[in-house]
């Protein structure tokens, strides 16, 4: 096989952190690389540098064996590299070839263009119209504009950054066909995952970064998952762990919701019905997107719904506020940690009044005791290993993974009957990850009930009682988790989007 | 090449350091202007900022007029910084302003010439009274409607306007002012005048009002509940919303506080220093006031010390247009000034410069 990229010594400073440290590997010809590493590894940094939008400090990059410095991402496109993003730059109100045509150096004409996509869609089992509005298309459609958009270019090494974080199992499993099939007509890919499963199913070769160094190679197919989530963490991975519990009485009743966003661009909640149980924790499943966010709003209280729906150990709240809710123990943490669930420049102490005044009596007749409220926030920092140099930082200023565990932390030390969760370990790394999932079962085994909403299936499958997942605004019935099969749960969450396999 | 880089955290000595900073840049500023315009600028920046307090001639007029013109700035001003801490822009205080001065004035001249103790603590009231319901028009219409309240407080500054003038030319003229236009001079009547409590000071009972709404504003940004919601609604209203805050319910509270405060200014204006309704009673106090309330960092000591600094400007320049025949515009430009150039620096709280190797390309 021979050499398409190497990297040599790369090395990037960042102010206070070293993020890529000699970081020397190579890709081959028509080979999946993977690049494996928790948050904060510096995978990221590396890609932004293949992709010309950072500079190295020191070390060499050579494209088919010559010099490689590309000094931003057109001149990389030009060498033939591509790249998809996590998180897509599209414009809603936009059509899909419009929105094609914006990423290309010299788009052709809009009708020649529309006819390009529609051949590479087909040829890569990528079914897309080039007519239809970013707005109106799911995760996994938007995903395939990007990866179209690229395509287009004719591109010799496609890098992929968390590609099936919205994805359902089958949408998974098509994506990964085409990948192979981009793969056996020569295009190298490389792959960054830290699902690990999916990256021992598609990629033949492994490069895991550890705080910026490289720290192991191997074959992802003879490696177990399990030693490479201990390369990656550098130490031994505690699974949480739960006591089978009996559920109670019903805590949470919801019959028949149906919830129209302000945002037009918002899911419609469609009949919704679930019930929670204390000690019960139930996992939402679904691709982001389909009604996840607006689920958390109505349940939280942020969002009116009608009179009726929405039932609290036997009591109607549907007309309750944030607060009152609160003060009879049902609490929420919204995934979108800067702007919804803390403010970004208020201090970790003003983002632990935020939610935490009505159960932890931080004021009295309305004067907020912020030396109390300090010492909350401190507790929180001390019992889920917050890194902060204090309460009086700015939540802007922690990392994502670290505020994820501040606003989790928050809600859960105030020791709620309900607790609605959205995207918990988000960004977090595994250990954290961990911890905080060990928290939530810990809750559920006091006798809380827990409603975890989350993208990633692996979590669900791991602390779920029973699952369901949102497809379109509409929430399946629950089953128990317990035995689900991959194909169940993605049938649950509304297969691959009519997305169909191209015959070879 | 020099390049903006974005502090993980707002510096708390560029917080305090920029105010102070844009004064200097603005006397460097307005130097300039006034040589280009061939005054002298060290004279014309002394006659502003250093005659009115310290002349051996003038200091004693002029002194007391420092906390006179002051005092309705920083009523005002704290008002609107509230309503502006949490995102709602009320630019028409001086619509509220004037309206006060009028529901006070016309309460007062309703009882006209009884002479008792409670007739100007009843005109206090209706004056906060009038400028709150002028104040709850923008917010009514906001909250109910959407609307903009920038545009609507703006448009009701010019609808005062013409109320007031019909107010000194018909339904409140002094009918004993020999026709010419004006109310009677609630200053000369002693129930209804607001005089100086300190002589030689300038003190009355609106520097009084002022003070007691620096301290509660301060205590009410800092300690309250109710001042925690304001700032997270100004930070980032979704996670004000998911701490529960009413948010219409803060509009009618900022607006409505803003609404009492600049109608309580106008009461103390019209009852003391201005003395009676007439045409030109509104002096623009409502539009300087939102200067004050951004050059004060919208915080309430902040406020205190640009009312300060404002209202010398203003004597300083009367003062500068009398001794040096600066033209008032240059005043007003040399204010402007001051408020770009706090804008202008107020980056520096977010951001730090940072010089970048060019990169070759």
Redesign the interface.
């Known amino acids: 096989m021979t050499e398409l990229l190497k990297l040599s010594g790369l090395t990037r400073q960042y102010p206070g952190v070293r993020a890529n440290d000699d970081v020397s590997f190579s890709i081959g010809a028509g080979q999946v690389h993977a690049l494996l590493g928790e948050n904060g590894a510096g995978k990221s940094t590396l890609v932004k540098m293949i992709y010309g939008l950072e500079?190295p400090d020191a070390g060499s990059m050579q494209l088919r064996g010559t010099p490689y410095a590309p000094?931003n991402p057109q001149a990389a496109r030009a060498s033939g590299v591509a790249m998809v993003f996590q998180h897509f730059s599209l414009f809603e109100a936009l059509n899909v070839a419009e929105n094609v045509a914006l990423g290309m150096e010299n788009p052709p004409k809009m009708h020649a263009l529309a006819q390009s996509i529609r051949e590479v869609s087909d040829a890569y089992g990528l079914p897309l119209d080039p007519d239809r509005i970013v707005g109106d298309l799911s995760a996994g459609e938007r995903q395939r504009v990007e990866i179209i958009r690229c395509l287009l270019q004719d591109p010799k090494l496609l890098i992929m950054d968390e590609p099936t974080s919205v994805l359902t199992p089958q949408e998974v499993e098509i994506l990964f066909k085409t990948l192979r099939k981009l793969q056996s007509e020569g295009t190298s890919i490389l792959y960054i995952s830290h699902k690990l499963e999916e990256i021992r199913a598609l990629c033949d070769g492994a490069t895991i970064l550890r705080l910026g160094k490289v720290v192991g190679e191997c074959d992802p197919k003879v490696t177990t998952a399990r030693d490479m989530a201990e390369m990656m963490v550098g130490q031994i991975l505690h699974v949480p762990s739960r006591e089978g519990g009996e559920t109670g009485d019903v805590l949470l009743d919801v019959q028949g919701l149906d919830f129209a966003p302000a945002n037009p661009f918002g899911t419609r909640l469609k009949n919704v019905s679930l019930s929670l149980r204390a000690g019960e924790v139930l996992g939402i499943g679904g691709v982001a997107g389909n009604g996840q966010d607006e689920l958390l709003s109505v349940l939280?209280?942020?969002a009116k719904t009608s009179k009726g729906a929405i039932s609290y150990c036997g009591q109607d709240i549907s007309g309750l506020?944030?607060?009152?809710r609160?003060k009879i123990g049902l609490l929420?943490a919204?995934e979108?940690r800067?702007?919804?669930?803390?403010?970004?420049?208020?201090s970790l102490t003003?983002n632990a009044?935020?939610?935490g005044?009505i159960r932890k009596k931080l004021?009295k007749n309305?004067?907020?005791n912020?030396k109390k409220t300090e010492a909350f926030a401190r507790d929180i920092i001390a019992k889920f290993d917050v890194r902060t140099p204090g309460p009086d930082?700015?939540a802007?200023?922690l990392s994502g993974g670290n505020l994820q565990k501040f606003v989790i932390g928050r809600e859960v030390l105030q020791d709620p009957t309900v607790l609605v969760v959205n995207q918990p370990t988000w960004g977090v790394d595994a250990s954290a990850a961990a911890a905080i999932r060990q928290s939530l079962l810990d809750l559920a085994a006091k006798g809380a009930g827990v409603i975890v909403i989350s993208q990633d299936l692996d979590e669900l499958m791991e602390i779920s009682d029973h699952f369901a997942a949102l497809n379109e605004g509409k929430l399946t019935a629950p089953r128990v988790a317990k035995g689900l099969t991959v194909d169940e749960i993605g049938m649950m969450m509304g297969g691959a989007h009519d997305l169909e396999e191209v015959a070879p | 090449m020099i390049k903006f880089v974005k502090r993980p955290e707002p510096s708390k000595a560029w917080t305090i350091a920029t105010p102070i900073l844009a004064v200097i840049l603005t006397m460097i500023l307005g130097g300039v202007l006034f040589a280009l315009m061939g005054k002298d600028p060290f004279a014309a920046i002394r006659t502003i900022f250093w005659d009115p307090l310290f002349n051996d001639q003038f200091a004693a007029y002029s002194r007391p007029q420092l906390l006179v013109k002051a005092a309705p700035l920083i009523l005002i001003a704290i008002g609107l910084s509230l309503g502006f801490k949490a995102g709602i822009w009320n630019i028409g205080a001086e619509g509220q302003y004037i309206m006060g001065a009028l529901a006070g004035a016309a309460v007062g001249l309703a009882f006209y010439p009884t002479d008792a103790w409670w007739i100007f603590p009843l005109m206090v009231i209706a004056g906060g009274i009038g400028g709150f319901l002028w104040a709850m028009i923008p917010a009514i219409l906001k909250t109910r409607f959407n609307t903009n309240e920038i545009l609507v407080s703006l448009m009701l500054v010019y609808i005062a306007e013409q109320l007031l003038a019909s107010a000194a030319l018909s339904w409140l003229r002094n009918p004993e002012g020999n026709g010419f236009p004006g109310s009677r001079n609630l200053s000369q009547i002693p129930a209804m005048s607001n005089p100086e409590l300190i002589a030689g000071t300038g003190t009355h009972w609106g520097v009084v009002a002022a003070f007691a709404a620096v301290v509660a504003a301060y205590v009410l940004i800092n300690k309250h509940m109710l001042g925690f919601q304001i700032r997270l609604t100004g930070e980032s209203p979704r996670a004000a919303r998911f701490a529960g805050v009413k948010d219409k319910l803060l509009v009618l509270f900022c607006l409505g506080t803003a609404g009492v405060l600049s109608g309580l200014a106008g009461l103390f204006e019209v009852t003391g220093p201005a003395g009676q309704i007439s045409i030109d009673f509104g002096a623009g106090y409502g539009f300087t006031a939102i200067i004050v309330a951004f050059l004060g960092r919208l915080h309430p000591v902040g406020i205190l010390l640009a009312g300060l600094l404002l209202a010398l400007t203003f004597i300083g320049g009367e003062l500068a247009q009398f001794m040096l025949g600066l033209p008032s515009a240059s005043i007003q430009v040399f204010q402007g000034m001051l408020l770009m150039t706090l804008l202008g620096m107020d980056i520096f709280v977010n951001y730090r410069l940072m010089v970048v190797k060019k990169e070759a390309l």
């Open positions: 500079k000094n939280s209280g942020e506020g944030p607060n009152a609160r929420a919204p979108e800067l702007g919804h669930a803390a403010a970004p420049n208020m003003e009044v935020l939610t005044n004021s309305n004067f907020v912020w930082s700015a802007r200023s």
